[in-house]
């Protein structure tokens, strides 16, 4: 750049090199600005994130989204096994998924039990209990789990009537020829039972405290091998469910002598009550209740209860209840609290007063 005269200037060098150095310097700053900016702001929607999620619950899969397992504390072929098969099979058509059932036996019923307490509480598993569930706290203290904190009730399904059966190879055709028979060979006649604390087990404790006589108790992992050995003369008498001897009874492969009810069974009207036989004050009945782990969301038992008590009302659940001799309940979870609360005190007193013991204590 030169001046007027024509002489070069360096004046105007020097404006131009000190406007680029302050243009730079502003978009220096302006650029630090702006990242400054970003950062703040990107922080902020973080923050706004994880306070939004905090209070947010992450959405459940709607219940049952795969299989449920009903355990059987029994051997497969029994009359709960028979009841829980088809109880599942109803359960199943309710839910829109399978239902399957699990045989677990053994120790009175107590390992299949302690597998489903040990059990995720997410309703996917489910325990068939019966008589033996309200028991088994007298039996023996020692338990793995506690039996009305480690469940939650799901539904009362049914309750039933135990039937007096003897092989029908030997002379008996009457309570009355047992107990004599009893009364001349104490010790010798044999009662087998599918497991102790089963119905099966203290309805012939409770026999023999009433009718004042000595028999010997077999204990089987359940129903069906105890039927067998019944069948094959292993074993003289048994005080089962009408459930698991129903067919055998019809077959004439065993005889009944009475049936352990406090009336007469519609099932089997020309038999008498044990108690009317002659044993006085004499009742025992088995049950069926459908439990989950404890914790199990309130929701998720309401389905299940729900499922349960239209499996139990259907068509299909109504012909084995006719066949079997059931009293359909289909309560809610809160009777089915209730109703075990009730019967584990009153079998309770009867295993002080007898002071039966199992071979686990």
């Known amino acids: 750049m030169r001046t007027l005269d024509g002489e070069p200037s360096s004046m105007p060098m020097a404006d131009r090199s000190g406007r680029t150095t302050a243009t730079t310097s502003r978009s220096r700053a302006a650029a630090t600005f702006i990242q400054s900016l970003r950062a703040t702001l990107y922080a902020a929607l973080l923050g706004l994130i994880a306070v ?3 209070g947010v619950t992450p959405a459940r899969a709607a219940f049952p989204d795969r299989v449920v397992r009903i355990v059987v504390p029994f051997a497969a072929g029994g009359g709960t096994d028979l009841i829980a098969r088809r109880l ?6 309710v839910l829109g998924q399978r239902v399957i059932v699990e045989n677990r036996p053994g120790a009175g019923t107590i390992l299949g039990s302690a597998a489903v307490a040990s059990s995720p509480p997410d309703g996917y ?3 068939m209990a019966t008589f033996a569930h309200a028991v088994n706290p007298s039996l023996n203290p020692k338990l793995p789990y506690d039996t009305f904190k480690a469940f939650a009730p799901v539904a009362l399904v049914a309750r039933s009537f135990n039937v007096v059966v003897v092989n029908p190879d030997l002379p008996w055709r009457s309570v009355a020829d047992l107990v004599a028979a009893a009364k001349r060979d ?3 006649i044999n009662y087998g ?5 089963t119905s099966a087990h203290l309805a012939g404790e409770l026999f023999k405290n009433l009718a004042q006589v000595d028999l010997t108790h077999v204990p089987y992992q359940g129903a069906a091998p105890a039927i067998t050995d019944l069948m094959g003369g292993q074993i003289q ?15 004439g492969r065993l005889r009944p002598l009475a049936v352990t009810s406090a009336a007469r069974a519609s099932l089997y009207p020309d038999l008498p009550t044990v108690a009317e ?11 069926y209740g459908l439990y989950a782990p404890a914790g199990t969301p309130p929701d998720i038992v309401a389905v299940l209860n729900q499922a ?3 499996a139990a009302e259907s068509e299909a659940f109504a012909k084995l209840k006719d066949m079997e001799g059931l009293t359909i309940e289909a309560g809610a979870p809160a009777d089915l609290d209730r109703y075990v609360r009730a019967e584990a005190e009153r079998w309770k007193r009867l295993v002080e007063a007898a002071n039966i013991r199992t071979e686990r204590q």
């Open 52 to 54: 939004t999620l905090a």
């Open 88 to 93: 599942a099979d109803e359960m199943g058509k």
């Open 125 to 127: 598993t489910l325990l």
């Open 186 to 188: 104490p010790g010798k």
């Open 193 to 197: 039972s599918f497991g102790n604390g």
């Open 237 to 251: 008498v048994m005080f089962t469910t009408a459930a698991s001897v129903a067919s055998h009874i019809q077959s």
């Open 277 to 287: 036989a002659g044993v006085a004050g004499y009742v025992a009945e088995s049950w």
């Open 308 to 310: 349960a008590r239209r």
